[in-house]
């Protein structure tokens, strides 16, 4: 290609020249004359313009200034003018149809333009006019863009193909110039095609030869080979050839095996793999605990600053280290949690230290250390990456490696290595508020999402709904079914009047309760349902599981290890709930197997720390001790066995679920059903056995006492100011001060 240097009347100016740029794409070419108004806009001058209709304009070397308009023209010829802002026409043109004009000749092209406008030439043809005339499959489209990059660089270095990392999905290795800058976009062209690549690059930390490594995850199909991979940068643009699709490693099992020192690559693969669907994240956990990086600590020395870390978890919104260090000097630094990238985050931003010892030299002794937990957000989640890296920073500069041992991904194993992440006497607001809340909730949002109902059986069930569904949570512990449902079937009033729906959110133990729960409906004939949970969820889930299968207008929460003293219960429970309007839960008596009160009634009280507990109204003493005798309002009923109308629980949104394994829910219902304006009442007449928590105490990461502990703080920050409203006006308690056991309440009315 040539461009005409002839002039017209006026000799002043350039013929403009139209060429092919695809299948049915032109692009005409015009170089602004040189003049006083050479910075001037100019336009082109059509009967009916195409849409789209693309413009650029381009240094050329000579200093002038060379436009191009790219377009669809149409199947019949058009005169086309260029005009100047002014109005004067510049030249005029015949248009015709695209594939009566020769191919752009870019190597000629590329002769006069400026060195940088080769480099805008290729970027536009990759990303406006590709993207504007959707021509990404034009074969011809495709050779120009190719005639362009060669012309740009003839030579363009190599690039390969690592492995597969998933269908459709290869790992590329190549090097780059650090000169180069952030790169924006990638391209893949071949022959047939140009394709945008959904990329984003890892590159090497140090330069070798002046070149930094550069690895990226091809997320698209990509041609036949050979061909060549674009990466454009804000500084330039880099062309790589890929001359063989073969990968060099035949899996990504293969590879992962055999670059175990490549650790923020690995990580790269971690965070892309949890992002596909079907097992994407299954697979991340699989190799990295097949082939893990080498655990690294420091061991403990009185001369030199050591540590671990030994708690690493990558959740959703950040990551959660705790560990220990030990600096008998001034020589550290700090630790730093290391990013895929390299970027290091100091832990001591959001962290809480407290006394802590650690493993000797060998098993038996100990040491005394600092112990330290952090927590830090992220505004990308890892995906599920087992081995997070961190770093000793020492004051001279110094950096040393510290890896943890293989973490846990599965939510229930992360909360529990969350609870043991403090002891439980330094488990305090300033642990809770910004480090151990973030995680836990983090992890109890991604636990309920895996917590669903698997399968359901019924025991004759009534097809008329009854008056009263009883919800029964069970976990592990059946000891007491056969004396709960024999108390049940006894009570005339609740054999007519009642549903049971036991829902059990231990599978392990599923076939085990339905040969139960059937030798127990063929010897009493109660209607029961049973609900059967994937996973344990917690006390909350397995309610609300519960309660959406309830048909009953009456909700009776009921622990599967509280038992009935008599008949009657149920109908005193009832009867208030249905007539009177301003009630919105009612709790009985709950003794002890010895006779001794465990509940008349449920008020709070702060501890030495400024928490609100649950505290139970003369626990402890004689079942017919006097003032436990009076029917009354409280503050709020055990959740042990808690009845409401079912609208009102539904209405509140029944149990929140994000206390910990279980407790402190039974107050919050409490608190959200006062918030509708209803009062809280205690009925003594009903009386029932409460074999307190024995469910509970199974669950040995509770019993160890960070977890009640958080729930007992998550609740105080929610409730905090309705409590103490609570506490001083309605009951007349110093909240401040603990309530004696014998102290006045305000009664209600007996309902």
């Not at 009903?686 to 009640?708: K, N």
């Not at 309705?722 to 014998?742: C, H, K, N, V, W």
Request: charged letters at 20%.
């Amino acid at each position: 290609m040539t461009f005409d240097e002839s002039r017209n009347a006026a000799g002043d100016f350039r013929t403009a020249r139209i060429f092919r740029l695809g299948a049915d794409l032109a692009v005409l070419i015009w170089d602004i004359p040189p003049s006083p108004s050479a910075a001037a806009r100019y336009v082109l001058s059509m009967d009916q313009p195409p849409v789209p209709l693309v413009s650029m304009t381009l240094p050329l070397a000579n200093g002038r200034q060379r436009m191009f308009w790219a377009m669809r023209p149409g199947e019949r010829a058009e005169h086309v003018g260029i005009r100047a802002e002014d109005g004067r026409t510049m030249d005029t043109v015949v248009m015709q149809p695209a594939h009566t004009y020769a191919p752009l000749d870019v190597e000629t092209l590329f002769a006069d333009l400026a060195p940088e406008s080769r480099i805008k030439f290729v970027n536009n043809l990759l990303t406006v006019w590709r993207s504007a005339f959707r021509i990404a499959r034009d074969h011809l489209f495709s050779m120009v863009v190719e005639d362009a990059l060669f012309a740009l660089v003839p030579e363009p270095r190599t690039a390969g193909i690592l492995c597969q990392v998933a269908q459709g999905r290869h790992l590329v290795e190549t090097t780059i110039n650090p000169d180069l800058g952030d790169i924006t976009a990638t391209y893949a062209v071949g022959a047939a095609s140009v394709a945008r690549l959904s990329a984003s690059l890892l590159l090497g930390r140090q330069a070798k030869q002046g070149l930094q490594s550069c690895h990226f995850i091809a997320e698209a199909p990509l041609p036949p080979a050979p061909f060549l991979i674009v990466l454009l940068s804000k500084n330039g643009v880099a062309v790589r050839q890929l001359s063989d699709a073969r990968p060099r490693h035949p899996s990504l099992q293969s590879w992962w095996g055999k670059n175990r020192d490549a650790a923020d690559l690995r990580e790269m693969i971690v965070r892309r793999l949890a992002a596909l669907p079907d097992g994407g994240a299954a697979t991340a956990v699989d190799l990295q605990v097949r082939a893990p990086l080498a655990a690294r600590r420091i061991e403990k020395s009185s001369m030199h600053p050591s540590g671990e870390v030994d708690l690493a978890l990558a959740l959703q919104d950040g990551l959660l280290a705790g560990g220990w260090f030990h600096a008998p000097s001034s020589a550290l630094a700090g630790i730093d949690y290391v990013k895929e990238d390299g970027t290091a985050v100091p832990l001591d931003g959001n962290s809480y230290e407290f006394p802590a010892w650690a493993q000797g030299k060998d098993e038996k002794s100990k040491t005394d250390v600092t112990g330290f937990v952090a927590w830090v957000p992220l505004t990308e989640s890892p995906g599920p990456l087992l081995q997070p890296r961190f770093q000793m920073r020492l004051a001279s500069g110094t950096v040393r490696p510290l890896v943890p041992k293989p973490q846990p991904f599965e939510p229930a194993a992360q909360r529990n290595h969350v609870l043991r992440a403090v002891p439980p006497q330094h488990a305090v607001d300033a642990a809770f508020r910004t480090i151990l809340a973030p995680a836990l909730q983090d992890v109890e949002r991604r636990l309920g999402k895996t917590v669903e109902v698997t399968a359901t059986k019924d025991y004759s069930l009534q097809k008329s709904a009854p008056l009263v569904s009883i919800v029964v949570p069970l976990y592990r512990v059946l000891d007491f079914l056969r004396f709960q449902l024999s108390g049940m079937a006894t009570d005339p009033w609740l054999t007519q009047n009642a549903e049971i729906i036991y829902v059990l959110d231990s599978p392990e133990i599923q076939d085990e309760t339905e040969h139960l729960l059937g030798g127990l409906h063929l010897l009493h004939g109660l209607p029961m349902k049973l609900v059967v949970m994937n996973r344990n969820g917690g006390y909350a889930r397995a309610c609300n599981a519960g309660a959406r299968f309830a048909r009953g207008a009456i909700l009776v929460m009921l622990n599967s290890d509280v038992v009935p003293c008599g008949p009657g219960w149920l109908q005193l429970l009832s009867k208030p709930l249905l007539e009177n309007r301003t009630l919105g839960a009612i709790g009985p008596k709950l003794i002890f197997e010895d006779g001794s009160l465990q509940h008349a009634g449920l008020y709070f009280a702060r501890d030495q720390r400024g928490i609100w507990l649950n505290h139970h109204f003369h626990k402890g003493m004689p079942g017919d001790y006097g003032p436990a005798q009076h029917a009354r309002a409280v503050p709020g009923v055990t959740g042990a066995c808690l009845v409401a109308r079912r609208d009102t629980y539904e209405q509140v949104g029944g149990f929140t679920e994000d206390y910990v394994i279980g407790d402190y829910e039974d107050s919050d219902l409490c608190l959200k059903i006062r918030g509708l304006g209803l009062q809280i009442a205690y009925e003594p007449a009903a009386c029932l056995y409460h074999f307190e928590r024995r469910s509970i105490r199974r669950s040995q990461d509770y019993m160890r006492g960070v977890a009640s502990q958080y729930n007992s703080w998550l609740h105080t920050q929610r409730w905090d100011e309705a409590i103490t409203e609570l506490m001083e006006s309605q009951f007349g308690r110093d909240p401040g001060q603990p309530a004696a056991a014998g102290g006045k309440i305000r009664e209600r009315n007996a309902a």
